[in-house]
Nanobody, 126 residues
Framework: VQLQASGGGLVQAGGSLTLSCAAS????????LGWFRQAPGKEREFVAT????????YYAEHVKGRFTISRDNAKNTVYLRMNSLKPEDTAVYYC????????????????????WGQGTLVTVSS
């Protein structure tokens, strides 16, 4: 199983980026897909998760209203649209997949996500 994240880069505060994560090696039909991030010197934290149906999404409080997670099941790909970026959004962003679909705490507890991509760096300058 491989998860290939892309789309990171350097952007000014207030700008936007869209991250993509393509899964290969198996289909993730029936699985939720998520994004986490890790800033320098900090623990990896939950950002957003989208359940298999795509109709239920979860967001961390600090990104609600600014970030949007979406998925294309035909392409086995998950996206993270990030608007109104802030310097504190600077981090390595990781896509991740849990064991199947998720519910409740399982949708944002990183210990429930065994599959991880390599990460893509997002740097927001002030």
């Amino acid at each position: 199983v491989q998860l290939q994240a892309s789309g990171g880069g350097l952007v000014q505060a207030g700008g936007s980026l869209t991250l993509s994560c393509a899964a290969s090696g198996r289909t993730f039909s029936g699985y939720a897909l998520g994004w986490f991030r890790q800033a320098p010197g900090k623990e990896r934290e939950f950002v957003a998760t989208i359940r298999w149906s795509g109709g239920i999404k979860y967001y961390a409080e600090h990104v609600k209203g600014r970030f949007t997670i979406s998925r294309d099941n035909a392409k086995n790909t998950v996206y993270l649209r990030m608007n109104s970026l802030k310097p504190e959004d600077t981090a390595v962003y990781y896509c991740a997949v849990p064991n199947g679909d998720c519910s409740g705490n399982g949708c944002f507890d990183r210990s429930r996500f065994p599959y991880w991509g390599q990460g893509t760096l997002v740097t927001v300058s002030s």
